[in-house]
């Protein structure tokens, strides 16, 4: 069957190192630096609680076993490949030159624990990207590594990522021609929503989607794809229904506003509908399918989404509401086909 | 269609934007650099006078930060939304297909020319510009709008 | 559009109330004039530190048009500061039966708290009766209050509310902390006790960050960014449990655009399902919450590139008795009433609903109050 669509799952999540886990992938200086310090990654218990069951948890001889098999059973029945992350917080380190190595050893880690040992698994790179011309040289470094297949980013942030102060990691990805995933949560000095600090899981996930929001209104009007017409932004574990509705208001304002970014020479929707793509896992749903279908066809192209379990979270429970009353073709570009334009997974690139 | 005088071209000075009405339609007349320019004074999306608006010249960016003012080609921007229309044919700078105000064709005539001009009587007496005043002005050029 | 009027009800669709304009703003002609209300003992503050212009004053720089309508300058003093111009451009022109007015850029940019705050907020109101209320009944008023100050706001509520032409409270949606904080509950108990709406309008310089993720650089980012403290809003009062302690409160969200709620409603209940019985102080689930405690203006009407995708949305948001019209004039974004929301897309009896019945029963204590101003 040469023609069967490819199956492919955006976003899965191995358990998070540790230090120690790090010290082999790290320069000789730090190691002893960080245990003089106490240093630890933080910000994992931030994004998902351990008590909310949706923590990732961190990396063991018996973590990761776990996490492998259940790609066997939850992921590669049905998945030719997935994209694999992890996280560490490196955002939150102020450290100028200990973030990109803390980011870099994370990557490496990665590669040893998880590429090398399964040829199904295509990875998602971290950077710091506080620190833009450091994050530029990693991207450089893991592109030599053609099974990175992304450039990941925190949606939380110090700025929005269409700022000046990203552009030279913008500049590497896009001669790379990798892909920009930005990803749920984070760790930095400002809140994650546009008031102050809230105190429960509930709101800071509840308003969860607002970095992402603030991002895709910072690119398109600052110019980004303009500037960089291959650049290429996964909206990864952020939901996605909610995105018609920014469009409305953002496609509003730039009627009425843009000749104050006059590089910005279409309506904003069309520049997300050629730049962007989400991943299906969550999804917001209405509690009336109907609604979810007339959701679908509001997004500005019928290719905006790709498939996600999520793992180890949510199972991909769901897509089948999502897939429902989309025609054959379009589930095709849903459940593979449009991560592997994003990602450029080329047919030779998939193992048989 | 027909020619209709709005007035002595001394009554629309250079930088004028102001309203006429004529044929019982509200016209935006704008005296430029490039000449006379006439549009419905209605703005498609909530009915603003355009002649209210703010005139500018057209900023493009090939890329950003990359700067390109072509002060002829002109715009009125709306003075509520701030959506734009080009003067030259009143195309929306946005979606120039789909949103655009009516757009009529102007000229300047000499008084001694007038009579030429085909319905110029009835115009002249639903016009803003009456046959009373017309005759004071003989000596002056006239402003037309082809509606 | 069958769902959404098959839907309405009887009792929010009042014929005869007439236009009601939710979002108005009145200004003053020059600083000065609120001192003529303002205690001489605040005068060198008002001149000289917290008063407008002062350090909390954040310059928007390159805002459009500076905000305002480019046609709505009076021959002296700034849009909203002459009566006769608003009643021309906005009353008569478009058959308004009352509006709302509140100052907005004078009152965010002032002291907040303190006795210097309650001082201000005082003054706005009593020239809000004096030079305004008083002089065309087809005005209402909204309460300014010293925001980050619950005693004081409370304080000043009280002695307003007295005076049923005023119909709202009034806060900036960019408070310093989530409006769900303790600090805040005097505002919502005072509301509650004076049976008034609070309004959340656009605006304020207390928050950390003005979005979810740092400092836009250009008006147009910022601008569109404006729906987010709505949203963050909305997420802190439902889950501060506020409304089972203040079961009676109605927030409206004034300004803040409509689209992104269909999608946060169906984020917090699957959060508030996901978290089970960790959210067990809510008594009802959060879009239900939403539907009996918020309302939403008009402005600035999302605008889909489907136009019946916005009838999709109201038929998603399932609260069609909470939408109420606003045109936010003298602002740069106005909503010409005779333009929005036309019967031939909504239906005619959703847009009487929208242009005046729902107002009709939010404010009916201001509207029995002003009929015999």
Not at chain 1, 129 to 137: G, I, R, Y
Not at chain 2, 84 to 113: C, I, K, M
Not at chain 3, 238 to 267: K, T, Y
Request: hydrophobic fraction near 40%; include cysteine; charged fraction near 20%.
């Amino acid at each position: 069957m040469p023609d069967e669509p490819v199956r492919i799952d955006a976003d899965v999540h191995a358990p998070r190192p540790s230090v120690t886990d790090l010290t082999p992938h790290l320069e000789p200086h730090w190691p002893e630096y960080l245990k003089w310090t106490g240093f630890r990654p933080k910000a994992g218990e931030r994004l998902y609680p351990e008590w909310t069951g949706l923590s990732t948890g961190t990396a063991s001889e018996a973590a990761n076993a776990s996490f492998r098999a259940t790609l066997d059973t939850q992921v590669f029945d049905r998945c030719a490949l997935a994209v694999v992350s992890t996280y560490f917080g490196v955002e939150s380190v102020l450290h100028p030159y200990l973030a990109p190595d803390l980011a870099s050893a994370v990557n490496r880690w990665l590669a040893t624990e998880y590429l090398d040992t399964d040829d199904r698994l295509r990875g998602s790179a971290m950077v710091a990207p506080q620190f833009a011309d450091s994050a530029a040289a990693e991207v450089a470094r893991v592109a030599t590594d053609s099974r990175f297949v992304q450039i990941q980013v925190p949606a939380r942030s110090m700025e929005p990522y269409g700022n000046h102060r990203y552009w030279d990691l913008w500049e590497a990805v896009s001669s790379h021609d990798l892909t920009v995933g930005i990803t749920y949560g984070g760790s930095v000095t400002i809140p994650g929503n546009a008031i102050n600090w809230m105190d429960t899981f509930f709101e800071q996930y509840s308003a969860g989607t607002q970095p992402f929001a603030t991002h895709i209104t910072s690119l398109v009007l600052n110019g980004v794809f303009e500037r960089w017409p291959n650049l290429r932004f996964a909206f990864v574990d952020t939901g996605w229904t909610w995105l018609p509705g920014l469009l409305w208001r953002l496609d509003k304002e730039w009627k009425e506003g843009r000749q104050e970014v006059p590089w910005v020479r279409r309506p904003p929707s069309e520049y997300v509908a050629e730049h962007m793509r989400f991943t299906t896992t969550p999804t917001d749903a209405p509690t009336d399918p109907r609604h979810l279908q007339l959701i679908l066809r509001q997004l500005p192209c019928a290719d905006m989404l790709m498939y996600s379990s999520d793992l180890p979270r949510a199972g991909g429970s769901g897509i089948e509401a999502i897939t429902a009353g989309l025609t054959v073709e379009e589930q095709d570009r849903v459940l593979g086909g449009n991560a592997a334009q994003l990602y450029r997974l080329t047919r030779e690139r998939v193992p048989s | 269609m027909v020619n209709v005088v709005v007035g002595p071209v001394s009554d629309f000075p250079l930088g004028t934007m102001r309203q006429v009405t004529a044929q019982n339609r509200k016209l935006a007349i704008f005296h430029s650099a490039t000449g006379f320019h006439a549009l419905r004074d209605s703005c498609p999306h909530m009915g603003a006078a355009l002649s209210g608006g703010t005139l500018v010249g057209s900023v493009e960016a090939p890329q950003p930060g990359c700067y390109e003012h072509h002060p002829e080609q002109e715009f009125i921007r709306c003075p509520w939304h701030g959506w734009e229309y080009e003067l030259a044919t009143g195309r929306s700078w946005f979606d120039p297909q789909h949103n655009r105000v009516a757009n009529y064709e102007t000229s300047v005539v000499p008084s001694g020319e007038l009579p030429a001009l085909a319905d110029v009587r009835s115009t002249l007496v639903e016009g803003p510009f009456t046959a009373e005043s017309f005759s004071v002005f003989v000596e002056d050029d006239y402003v037309v709008v082809q509606l | 559009m069958t769902q959404v009027t098959e839907r309405a009800s009887a009792a929010a669709a009042r014929p005869g109330v007439g236009l009601i304009d939710l979002d108005v703003h009145n200004a003053l002609t020059s600083a000065a004039e609120l001192k003529k209300y303002l205690p001489s003992r605040w005068h060198r503050a008002y001149d000289e530190g917290s008063g407008i212009g002062s350090a909390r004053w954040m310059q928007f720089g390159a805002a459009r048009l500076g905000v305002f309508r480019g046609d709505a300058w009076p021959a002296s003093g700034p849009p909203g500061s002459d009566l006769d111009l608003m009643r021309e451009q906005l009353l008569d022109r478009y058959n308004v039966s009352r509006a709302v007015l509140h100052p907005v850029l004078e009152t965010m940019s002032v002291s907040l708290d303190g006795d210097v705050g309650l001082a201000y907020a005082a003054a706005f109101n009593d020239w809000m009766a004096d030079r305004w209320l008083d002089r065309d009944p087809r005005f209402l008023g909204g309460i300014t209050v010293p925001i980050e100050d619950g005693e004081r706001a409370a304080k000043e509520i009280d002695r307003v509310a007295a005076d049923h032409r005023f119909a709202k409270i009034v806060l900036t949606v960019a408070t310093r902390e989530p409006l769900g904080a303790p600090r805040y509950w005097p505002i919502l108990e005072a509301a509650e006790r004076n049976g008034l709406p609070i309004t959340l309008h656009v605006g304020g310089y207390g928050s950390a960050t003005p979005s979810g993720a740092g400092w836009a650089s250009f008006h147009v980012e910022a601008h569109t960014n404006w729906a987010l403290p709505y949203a963050a809003q909305v997420v802190s009062l439902v889950a501060s449990g506020a409304f089972d302690r203040f079961p009676n409160v109605q927030i409206i969200l004034e300004e803040g655009s409509l689209g992104w709620m269909p999608a946060l409603m169906w984020r917090m209940d699957r959060a508030h399902q996901v978290l089970g019985d960790r959210m067990a102080e809510l008594s009802n689930v959060p879009s239900e919450i939403v539907r009996k405690h918020f309302w939403m203006t008009t402005q600035p009407l999302d605008e889909p590139p489907v136009r019946g995708q916005l009838v999709e949305m109201f038929d998603m948001l399932d609260m069609s008795d909470r939408f109420l019209f606003s045109s936010d004039y003298p602002h740069h974004d106005f909503d010409a009433p005779d333009r929005v929301l036309p019967a031939s897309l909504v239906g005619q009896e959703f847009r009487a609903k929208v242009m005046g019945g729902n107002a009709a029963t939010l404010i009916a204590r201001a509207l029995g109050g002003s009929a015999s101003a």
